[in-house]
């Protein structure tokens, strides 16, 4: 595949995964529990899940001549000071999948799936 095909192909998903989330935030009927703010050792230990498991397609890495580029749209402030039912769509991705995104219900006990959300928090 050319690089141009590949970046076009890249913008189109990205743009697809931004309407997505705005049109599904508004149809979610719960919210998660309020939560106390997530201690820094749990981001810490969240950061850790992210780089393991999510920074395969959600980071840029050097393909040719020091450019970088990722496979999938990057997480920095997906939910920075975001709303409840945004956080919850986002959980609901995570664990359930997406069409070119694995789902990861089964890859992390629910004490590590609330570090990786604190750490996605910090972004």
């Not at 970046?7 to 106390?36: E, G």
């Not at 395969?56 to 496979?71: A, F, N, P, Q, W």
């Not at 890859?107 to 990786?116: A, C, D, K, S, V």
Request: charged residues 20%; contains cysteine; neutral net charge.
């Amino acid at each position: 595949m050319s690089r141009g095909r590949r970046i076009v192909t890249a913008l189109m998903f990205i743009t697809v995964w931004w309407l997505i989330i705005p049109a599904n935030a508004s149809t979610q009927s719960q919210s998660p529990p309020p939560q106390a703010p997530a201690s820094g050792e749990a981001v810490k230990h969240g950061e850790a899940w992210f780089y393991q498991r999510c920074s395969l397609c959600h980071m840029g890495r050097i393909v040719k001549d020091d450019t970088y580029e990722s496979m999938a749209p990057s997480l920095e402030g997906i939910l920075k000071d975001a709303p409840s039912d945004r956080e919850q769509l986002v959980r609901e991705t995570i664990q359930q999948g997406m069409r070119r995104m694995p789902g990861f219900r089964y890859n992390f006990t629910p004490t590590e799936f609330e570090e990786l959300i604190a750490y996605l928090k910090t972004l």
